[in-house]
C-alpha cells in the first residue's frame, strides 16, 4: 500500500480562482482619485464661469454703492442748504414785519406832530385851551372835542376860522358856548367840535 502525501498548494490551484486584492484595490483607489479630480476641476470651472459673471455685477454693485453715498451726501448738503434758506427766509420775514411796524409807527408819530403843531398854530393870544380829546378808529376819521375859554367869542370865532383853513380838519362844529366871568364880562367857555381828516389813525400818518 503507497503512502498518501498532502499538497495543498496543489490543492489551491486545482480548482480556486486566485484574486490579487492588492492589484484590485490600487485600481479602485486609481478610479476613485481621478473622478475626485474630474469632480475638483468641474467645481473649479463652475467657480471660474461664477466669478467671471459676478465680477463685474460686484464691481457695479461696489460703484453704485459708492455712487449712492455720493448722493446721500449731495442730498443732506442741499437739505442743509435749505433749512438756511428757509431761516433766512424767516428772518428775513421777521426783519420785514419789524420794519414795517416801525415804518407805521414812524407814520403815525409824524402826524401827531404835525397835528399838535397846526392846532397850536391856530390858538390866537387871549384864548386858553383846557382840554383836547382825539376819538380815533382805524380808518375812520378822527372826532376831536376841543374846550377851552377865550375873553370874547371873536376871539373863539377866529381859531374857528384857522382851524377850518389847515388840511388836517375837515370840519368845525360848535357844541356850546357859555359865559366865563372869569375872564371878563365878554368871557366866553365854549366846546367844539373838530373833524379830522384820518391822518392820525392811518398806517402812514398821512
Known amino acids: ?23 484590485r484595490r490600487t485600481k479602485e483607489n486609481t478610479e476613485v482619485t481621478r473622478k475626485r479630480y474630474r469632480e475638483v ?14 465680477l463685474p455685477l460686484t464691481v457695479m454693485a461696489f460703484q453704485q454703492r459708492g ?12 437739505e442743509k442748504r435749505v433749512a438756511t434758506v428757509a431761516q433766512s427766509s424767516i428772518e428775513v420775514d421777521t426783519g420785514s414785519a419789524q420794519w414795517q411796524k416801525f415804518t407805521i409807527s414812524r407814520g403815525r408819530r409824524e402826524g401827531w406832530a404835525a397835528f399838535s403843531l397846526a392846532l397850536a ?11 383836547v380829546q382825539v376819538d380815533g378808529t382805524t380808518d375812520k376819521k378822527e372826532k ?7 375873553e370874547r367869542g371873536e ?14 380838519f375837515t370840519s368845525v362844529s360848535l357844541i356850546e358856548a357859555n359865559a366865563y366871568p372869569e375872564l371878563g364880562s365878554h368871557g366866553i367857555q365854549f366846546k367844539f367840535e373838530v373833524t379830522g381828516n384820518g391822518a392820525l389813525t392811518s398806517p402812514t400818518g398821512k
Not at 449712492?68 to 442741499?78: E, S
Not at 398854530?121 to 382840554?131: I, T
Not at 376831536?144 to 377865550?150: K, L, N, P
Open 1 to 23: 500500500m503507497s503512502e498518501m502525501v498532502w499538497e495543498p498548494t496543489s490543492l489551491r490551484y486545482a480548482g480556486i480562482p486566485v484574486i490579487d486584492l492588492h492589484k
Open 41 to 54: 476641476i468641474a467645481l473649479g470651472g463652475v467657480l471660474g464661469v461664477g466669478l467671471v459673471v459676478c
Open 67 to 78: 455712487l449712492l453715498k455720493t448722493v446721500q451726501q449731495q442730498t443732506a448738503q442741499v
Open 121 to 131: 398854530s391856530c390858538v390866537p393870544n387871549g384864548l386858553f385851551l383846557e382840554q
Open 144 to 150: 376831536i372835542t376841543v374846550r377851552g375859554y377865550c
Open 155 to 168: 376871539i373863539m370865532q377866529q381859531m374857528m376860522t384857522s382851524l377850518k383853513k389847515m388840511p388836517f
